[in-house]
């Protein structure tokens, strides 16, 4: 501390010094003694004005400031303090800013120790202006460890006067905060660029209305800034999914973290997937209430997910949803039904024949036939509805119920219509049609599984015509059960060997010779009891048991017909059955051929029979598969002939080598005139064609006689013979032979 010291005891040996001075000199000069006396009076006269005037300056300034109690006080303070006066002839400086500068006691009072302390190296007017303009002033000056330092003084006017001003300077030290700045900054730095580098945008807000946005989510989102209002940011949402984005934004005040997925238009105005995890918290006494959270870019995981649920949930060939998709939005949408009293339709549909279409046309057409398919029913789908393809030609409809019980009737024909008019070009031979069964959920079943099941069933109990619609009732479920039962106990009568072939013959009516049999099936049960095919055949024929059947049919027909030739019995002609199922298989031909080498049957041996109605299913795919067999050189039958569309033209179309009238002719034909003009008619026909006839249900003489002058080649009947086991019909060889 600066003393400023005014010391009496020197004035008086300074002045009396003087006096002895003045005296010695008036004692040697006694002539100057009176100027000499006057000017020293004067001079100790002026001297002790300008005493008196430091006096009282030293009053002034030295008492009230040097010794007072602030001097005292802010020497311990723990804060830099200064007082100085502007021509820095009063200077204190205080312990902790003495400490600081690492200036000693006696050099604080030297100017150049302010300067030091205010960062300055020479003085400057205009820093002083600023000093003194009670501004904060920042200095910065090496300490006394060698460190840089920061101190913002604040300075206020103590005293004012003319040419001196006195001045209380405060200082605070801002070193620390300036290093905690600087991790500060180091700290947002490092959030920003591991934001970045994750690619990790924040929006955060604290009244949801006005959002701020980091660094990473401008880029992003090819923001301007990062102020965005909510209507900006919600602008950005994709619409669909601004209702979840809305929801989000209004949830209550939650410290749970929560998720939602949503697209947001991105730099360059795409749209991108993004995770937003957000969080809203309640403000307290001291802090906002804040609300937002990170985005983060999700597209090629969605993109990914897409994909699997593409592999997962897609059919690849018509593109709409497969059996596992349907399976489990069926399950929700059931489940929804009981949450929400509502109640859905589930129609299953099954494209008409589509072996055939897949047969004659190949699997592209048969690709091209179930990806419009798929299409058509894809228009149908209504909010909230599913079109599916379950397997096949099988495909499944989802519709809502508004309460129209006739809807799904009346969507299945518009589909039907649709469907129709897609068979154009290589398929405008074919007649383009599907069946539906239909139940409704949640009535119909106690699951998804349950209530298709039944559609299903209702669509299998159908009559097997084309274009069918069929609606499940709870009743029907009786006989399905019935018929699942028996299609069990028909799948182990196969394995048992069961099934027998039973032969009926056939007679010439020219010679009344054998000229060949009908093969005949029948399941003959452990107890013996006997079951006629009409009881099972229409049921194996809409199971794979079908197959079996006739395989093993064709087979025991080839190998029993050879058996008797090898016996030495004259060669006759084995017919055996075929349903559509059978004959519209793309290996046909191969079955046949196969099942004549394994026995050693010569093709003219063996006789296809076909119902009408099965040929004319699709009378040119039907014409390629009989021309297959004929090129075998196997036999052609038409069954029934006059049951079904009973048209001659079919004649000349087909390369049938054997007519079969129907027994219906043939019951009553010696009194029904017309039956018998139209019997005439088709054996007429049927020659000019070079086409063999044979009745069926020969029962009596007269019926034999009637048809032998009618001109028909063959008869068949129990007038002859009912079907019989095959060493039966040995007995009829022999009874025969000998006529
Ligand atoms: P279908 O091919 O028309 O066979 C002739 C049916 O007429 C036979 O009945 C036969 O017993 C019966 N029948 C023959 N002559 C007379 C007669 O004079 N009076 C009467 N009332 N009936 C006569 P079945 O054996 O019960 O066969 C019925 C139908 O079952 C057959 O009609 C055929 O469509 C089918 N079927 C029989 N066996 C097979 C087979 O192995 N495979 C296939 N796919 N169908 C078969
Ligand atoms: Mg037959
Ligand atoms: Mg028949």
Request: charged residues 25%; hydrophobic residues 40%; glycine residues 6%.
């Amino acid at each position: 501390m600066k003393k400023n010291t005014f010391n009496p005891l020197a004035a008086t040996l300074v002045i009396t010094a003087a006096t002895a001075v003045v005296v010695a000199y008036c004692f040697y000069f006694p002539e100057q003694a009176m100027p000499t006396i006057i000017v020293y009076v004067s001079s100790i006269i002026f001297m002790s004005i300008i005493l008196a005037l430091i006096s009282w300056i030293y009053k002034r300034y030295g008492s009230s400031v040097g010794e007072s109690e602030i001097v005292k006080i802010t020497e311990d303070l723990n804060t830099e303090m200064m007082i100085w006066s502007d021509d820095f002839s009063y200077i204190f400086m205080n312990r902790k800013i003495r400490d600081l500068l690492g200036v000693s006691d006696d050099d604080s009072n030297k100017k150049s120790a302010v300067l030091k302390a205010f960062g300055m190296n020479s003085h400057d007017n205009g820093e002083f202006e600023k000093i003194i303009g009670n501004q904060s002033y920042e200095a910065r000056f090496k300490n006394s460890a060698g460190s840089i330092t920061s101190i913002a003084w604040s300075t206020s006017l103590v005293k004012k006067r003319k040419k001196h001003s006195l001045y209380l300077s405060t200082g605070f030290n801002l070193t620390e905060i300036k290093k905690m700045k600087v991790n500060l900054a180091s700290a947002n730095d490092f959030f920003n660029s591991s934001m970045e580098l994750a690619e990790i945008g924040v929006i955060m807000s604290s009244d949801r209305k006005n959002f701020r946005a980091s660094p990473e989510m401008i880029r992003m989102l090819g923001l301007k800034n990062s102020a965005i209002t909510l209507s900006e940011f919600r602008s950005l949402v994709h619409p669909n999914d601004r209702l979840q984005f809305d929801s989000a934004v209004k949830s209550k005040d939650t410290s749970e973290v929560k998720s939602i997925e949503m697209r947001i238009k991105s730099v360059g105005g795409v749209y991108r997937w993004y995770s937003y995890r957000y969080k809203s918290i309640k403000g307290t006494d001291n802090t906002l209430p804040l609300f937002g959270g990170a985005i983060l870019d999700i597209t090629q995981e969605h993109e990914k997910d897409i994909l699997i649920e593409r592999l997962a949930y897609i059919d690849e060939v018509t593109e709409i949803a497969n059996r596992n998709k349907l399976m489990d939005a069926g399950q929700e949408i059931y489940d929804t039904c009981h949450l929400l009293d509502y109640s859905y339709w589930i129609i299953v549909l099954d494209i008409d024949r589509f072996h055939i279409i897949n047969d004659t046309c190949g699997y592209k057409n048969g690709n091209y036939v179930l990806k419009n398919f798929a299409h058509i029913l894809y228009k149908f789908v209504t909010p909230g509805g599913l079109a599916a393809r379950v397997s096949g030609d099988n495909f499944a409809l989802i519709l809502k119920d508004y309460g129209d019980n006739e809807l799904p009737i009346r969507t299945v024909r518009s589909i039907q219509e649709e469907f129709a008019q897609l068979a154009v070009d290589e398929l405008a031979s074919i007649n383009l049609n599907c069946s539906a069964g239909y139940s409704r959920m949640p009535d119909d079943g106690s699951s998804f599984l349950d209530v298709m099941e039944h559609a299903e069933f209702a669509l299998k109990s159908s009559t097997g015509n084309q274009g069918v619609i069929c609606a499940y009732e709870p009743s029907m479920h009786d006989s399905i059960i019935g018929n699942t039962e028996l299609e069990k106990a028909l799948g182990l009568a196969i394995e048992n060997n069961e099934l027998q072939l039973f032969y009926q013959p056939k007679i010439n009516l020219a010679t009344g010779k054998l000229m060949g049999v009908e093969a005949l099936i029948r399941w003959i049960k452990p107890d013996g009891s006997i079951i006629s095919p009409d009881a099972f055949v229409p049921i194996a024929e809409r199971s794979h048991l079908i197959s079996k059947i006739s395989e093993f049919v064709l087979n025991e027909g080839c190998r029993q017909n050879k058996l008797w030739q090898k016996m030495g019995y004259p060669n006759i002609v084995m017919s055996i059955n075929f349903t559509s199922a059978d004959f519209y298989q793309s290996d046909l031909k191969e079955k046949v051929f196969d099942a004549l080498a394994k026995s050693g049957l010569e093709p003219q041996w063996l006789e296809v029979e076909l119902t009408e109605s099965l040929a004319l299913n699709d009378i040119d795919f039907a014409v390629s598969q009989m021309n297959k067999l004929r090129e075998l050189g196997v036999k052609l039958a038409m069954d029934d002939f006059g049951t079904g569309y009973s048209s001659l033209s079919y004649l000349q179309i087909l390369p049938i080598t054997l007519l079969k009238l129907d027994r219906s002719f043939i019951t009553d034909i010696e009194h029904d005139n017309i039956a018998y003009e139209i019997v005439s008619a088709v054996i007429r026909i049927a020659k000019s064609k070079k086409i063999e006839t044979i009745a069926e249900g020969i029962e009596n003489n007269v019926q034999e006689s009637i048809l032998r002058m009618a001109g028909c080649d063959y008869a068949q009947g129990f007038l002859y013979g009912k079907p019989m086991p095959p060493e039966k019909l040995q007995d009829f060889f022999d009874e025969n032979m000998k006529k």
